[in-house]
């Protein structure tokens, strides 16, 4: 039989669909080439804005209508519960995220006659954590995800994803090494860790049980991690996301100095820039510790690339905290921006405040921010022009197939002319001077 997985979110689910895919493949199933020669077809959902999640509940409907086994897995499930079959009669089976490793043995039970399966859990640490598709990433390239930790502690007002994900889980230091090893003796070269909050690793449980205190002297678990990984042959970057200022240790620093492959950038997520909002949110720092952050990542070294998330729209939030958020993204010099517009998720705390930003409002300044970060992208990156930059090669350029496409330490995306009769490798380091810059992307030449 063969199956298809749509995945719709974050990269934790991206990451979450590769390991049911790599399940699925150990227990005979064939990956379909698209939906038409598909038998069974899952959706992972989002539910971290309203609209992510009827997008995903949208497509299982479409494929229950073509008569696919379908299945949906992800947060939206955990947060629909038993609702996913009033909304979906015909669903064949609903998984949680800390669940997803039940899905080989459901489809079992699915062809041996049962229906509407629903397994959403709590904390549990799904079984395949570690489980891969063959080449690593799906695009069957030289970059792998690993999930070092599982779901959330922090209980942002705003935030669905601890009530969907789970408490904070630290995967073993053991078992990430052993993961990792892995990957790189199947041609990984670039790894990119991920949790929520990543830089708690080894904060709510230990990580380095029975390993003895650090020969290095590191005493915090995330830096130590990533001092270790860099001691893999093969693996030549290392990424990770996201991450909280409160993780901005003096140790994080140490890692970035003392360790080339640790890639220098950092998704930091802001959120608000405005110190009243920012309480509300409990976010847990102020806009002042916030840039001391960003500052001491750009004091160690000035072209060390920050990137974050903003929230427009927040309960209350007012011209002058919207202002507030400008300024900072300015002050921070962001080098790319992501912006959203408030959903009230049911459930949470901010749920129970009026989401009084009017939509038009949220739009108007949604698109403020974009028309902002447009500028700034800009402005960061024609300072680049002229700088030799090392890239690992990613493949043709969607665009303009005579063009190839990479990303520097920073994750910033650089595009180069291929001349006729030559090829270059997948995974292959290029070096590039930087000849023009846009926003978001960077033109450059072979050296
Ligand atoms: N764990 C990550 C964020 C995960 S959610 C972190 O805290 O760093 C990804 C982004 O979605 C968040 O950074 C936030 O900007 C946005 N987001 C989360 N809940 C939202 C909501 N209710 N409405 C709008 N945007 C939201
Ligand atoms: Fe949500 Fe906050 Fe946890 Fe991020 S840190 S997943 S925004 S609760």
Same mark, same amino acid.
């Given at each position: 039989?063969?199956?298809?997985?749509?995945?719709?979110?974050?990269?934790?689910?991206?990451?979450?669909?590769?390991?049911?895919?790599?399940?699925?493949?150990?227990?005979?199933?064939?990956?379909?080439?698209?939906?038409?020669?598909?038998?069974?077809?899952?959706?992972?959902?989002?539910?971290?804005?309203?609209?992510?999640?009827?997008?995903?509940?949208?497509?299982?409907?479409?494929?229950?209508?073509?008569?696919?086994?379908?299945?949906?897995?992800?947060?939206?499930?955990?947060?629909?519960?038993?609702?996913?079959?009033?909304? !979906?009669? @015909?669903? #064949?089976?609903?998984?949680?995220? *800390?669940?997803?490793?039940?899905? &080989? =043995?459901?489809?079992?039970?699915?062809?041996?006659?049962?229906?509407?399966?629903?397994?959403?859990?709590?904390?549990?640490?799904?079984?395949?954590?570690?489980?891969?598709?063959?080449?690593?990433?799906?695009?069957?390239?030289?970059?792998?995800?690993?999930?070092?930790?599982?779901?959330?502690?922090?209980?942002?007002?705003?935030?669905?994803?601890?009530?969907?994900?789970?408490?904070?889980?630290?995967?073993?230091?053991?078992?990430?090494?052993?993961?990792?090893?892995?990957?790189?003796?199947?041609?990984?070269?670039?790894?990119?860790?991920?949790?929520?909050?990543?830089?708690?690793?080894?904060?709510?449980?230990?990580?380095?049980?029975?390993?003895?205190?650090?020969?290095?002297?590191?005493?915090?678990?995330?830096?130590?991690?990533?001092?270790? !990984?860099? @001691?893999? #042959?093969?693996?030549?970057?290392? *990424?990770?996301?996201?991450?909280? &200022? =409160?993780?901005?240790?003096?140790?994080?620093?140490?890692?970035?100095?003392?360790?080339?492959?640790?890639?220098?950038?950092?998704?930091?997520?802001?959120?608000?820039?405005?110190?009243?909002?920012?309480?509300?949110?409990?976010?847990?720092?102020?806009?002042?510790?916030?840039?001391?952050?960003?500052?001491?990542?750009?004091?160690?070294?000035?072209?060390?690339?920050?990137?974050?998330?903003?929230?427009?729209?927040?309960?209350?939030?007012?011209?002058?905290?919207?202002?507030?958020?400008?300024?900072?993204?300015?002050?921070?010099?962001?080098?790319?921006?992501?912006?959203?517009?408030?959903?009230?998720?049911?459930?949470?705390?901010?749920?129970?405040?009026?989401?009084?930003?009017?939509?038009?409002?949220?739009?108007?300044?949604?698109?403020?921010? !974009?028309?902002?970060?447009?500028?700034?992208?800009?402005? *960061?990156?024609?300072?680049?022009?002229?700088?030799?930059?090392?890239?690992?090669?990613?493949?043709?350029?969607?665009?303009?197939?005579?063009?190839?496409?990479?990303?520097?330490?920073?994750?910033?995306?650089?595009?180069?002319?291929?001349?006729?009769?030559?090829?270059?490798?997948?995974?292959?380091?290029?070096?590039?001077?930087?000849?023009?810059?846009?926003?978001?992307?960077?033109?450059?030449?072979?050296?």
């Amino acid at each position: 039989m063969k199956f298809l997985i749509h995945t719709y979110g974050c990269q934790m689910n991206v990451r979450d669909s590769e390991a049911v895919e790599a399940l699925l493949v150990a227990a005979g199933y064939e990956k379909a080439e698209g939906e038409e020669d598909a038998d069974i077809v899952i959706v992972n959902s989002c539910t971290v804005r309203q609209k992510a999640e009827e997008k995903a509940v949208g497509k299982a409907g479409n494929l229950i209508a073509a008569k696919k086994i379908t299945g949906l897995m992800g947060c939206a499930v955990k947060r629909m519960g038993e609702d996913v079959f009033r909304r !979906l009669p @015909k669903l #064949d089976f609903a998984v949680g995220p *800390r669940r997803f490793g039940l899905i &080989p =043995r459901i489809l079992e039970r699915i062809r041996a006659g049962e229906s509407r399966i629903l397994e959403t859990g709590d904390d549990e640490v799904p079984s395949g954590m570690d489980a891969h598709p063959d080449s690593g990433k799906s695009a069957g390239s030289f970059q792998a995800f690993v999930t070092v930790l599982l779901g959330c502690d922090n209980r942002c007002s705003y935030c669905i994803v601890p009530d969907v994900r789970g408490h904070e889980y630290s995967r073993p230091a053991r078992e990430v090494v052993a993961e990792v090893r892995a990957l790189a003796a199947h041609g990984v070269k670039e790894v990119c860790l991920l949790g929520q909050s990543v830089l708690r690793y080894g904060v709510r449980n230990a990580a380095w049980e029975g390993e003895g205190p650090d020969p290095d002297g590191y005493t915090e678990a995330f830096p130590r991690l990533l001092k270790e !990984l860099c @001691k893999i #042959d093969g693996i030549e970057r290392i *990424r990770f996301t996201s991450a909280h &200022p =409160r993780g901005c240790t003096d140790e994080l620093v140490r890692v970035y100095r003392t360790e080339p492959k640790v890639c220098r950038h950092l998704h930091l997520p802001v959120q608000s820039g405005s110190d009243r909002v920012l309480a509300e949110m409990g976010r847990r720092y102020t806009r002042a510790e916030y840039l001391a952050a960003v500052r001491k990542l750009r004091d160690f070294d000035p072209e060390f690339a920050v990137t974050t998330d903003v929230i427009v729209g927040y309960p209350g939030e007012t011209e002058e905290d919207f202002e507030a958020t400008r300024s900072l993204m300015e002050e921070a010099g962001f080098d790319n921006s992501f912006v959203f517009k408030y959903s009230p998720r049911p459930g949470t705390r901010s749920a129970k405040l009026p989401d009084d930003v009017p939509t038009a409002e949220k739009e108007r300044r949604d698109q403020v921010l !974009l028309a902002d970060q447009e500028a700034r992208g800009q402005r *960061r990156n024609d300072r680049l022009v002229g700088t030799v930059r090392e890239v690992l090669a990613e493949g043709p350029s969607k665009r303009n197939a005579a063009r190839w496409s990479g990303r520097d330490s920073g994750n910033r995306i650089v595009v180069w002319d291929v001349a006729e009769g030559c090829r270059e490798t997948v995974g292959a380091r290029v070096k590039l001077r930087i000849t023009a810059a846009h926003p978001q992307i960077l033109v450059g030449e072979k050296v």
